[in-house]
């Protein structure tokens, strides 16, 4: 069936290294992906998005890459900080007439170290 | 920065009560959505709204639930009959174009 799932529940790394948040999705008609970045006690945050029609998309600090091949997506960040730490989800975009429900991934928390 | 307002940030109530629970979404922005999180899972999709009606919804969204837009500004969802499963986090989005934008959650606990 369709799903949007993520590899790994749990991520440490040390402060200044890198980060590598991975999802896979199943559905190959999706197009449209969104990582979002939800710290306790809070809702959502929109960190970056990506259309199938590319495989890498840059912002601040993060990128995602996008392998359709394999229908695989990452999210990057660079230099983690602590106020990094939080919990990550993929999320796929479906539907159809000018809106869009999200369907989440289970999550990946990340874990910063001093 | 315009931002997803919710209240209250914490709802408890009794098995049986009715509870709405109230979101000011962004206020240029065309779709809004209910979401609920279980604590530990994932997001889940209730219900989305669009042109003062549902779009679609869930499974989750019986006839228990229901939603509203009552004036140009709150948009609200409304539980009957509350059940212990109900317990939850429910965040409002409201989207203008591909992006969905969160609040920051009511926590509804069911006693």
């Known amino acids: 069936g369709e799903s949007v799932g993520l590899h790994l529940p749990t991520l440490s790394v040390q402060e200044g290294d890198n980060s590598i948040i991975n999802c896979a999705y199943s559905?190959?008609?999706?197009?449209?992906f969104i990582w979002y970045k939800q710290e306790s006690g809070k809702g959502p945050q929109f960190i970056i998005d990506?259309?199938?029609?590319?495989d890498k998309r840059q912002g601040q600090r993060v990128t995602v890459l996008l392998n359709k091949t394999v229908k695989h997506l990452s999210l990057q960040i660079a230099a983690t900080q602590p106020g990094d730490s939080a919990v990550y989800f993929c999320?796929?975009?479906?539907?159809?007439?000018?809106?869009?429900?999200?369907?989440f991934g289970a999550g990946t928390r990340l874990a910063v170290h001093p | 920065e315009p931002e997803v307002t919710q209240t209250p940030s914490h709802q408890v109530t009794q098995m049986g009560q009715e509870v709405i629970l109230r979101c000011v979404p962004i206020?240029?922005?065309?779709?809004f959505y209910w979401y609920r999180q279980i604590l530990g899972q994932k997001v889940e999709f209730l219900v989305s709204f669009y042109n003062n009606e549902i779009s679609e919804k869930s499974e989750i969204f019986d006839d228990q639930f229901s939603v509203e837009r009552p004036d140009g500004s709150n948009f609200t969802l409304k539980i009957r009959s509350t059940k212990l499963e109900d317990s939850a986090m429910y965040f409002c989005?409201?989207?203008?174009?591909?992006?969905?934008?969160f609040g920051p959650g009511t926590r509804l606990t069911v006693l």
């Open positions: 989005a409201s989207e203008r174009t591909d992006t969905q934008y």
């Open positions: 206020s240029n922005h065309l779709y």
């Open positions: 999320a796929e975009k479906q539907g159809s007439g000018g809106y869009n429900k999200l369907i």
């Open positions: 559905n190959s008609a999706s197009d449209y």
């Open positions: 990506i259309r199938s029609n590319m």
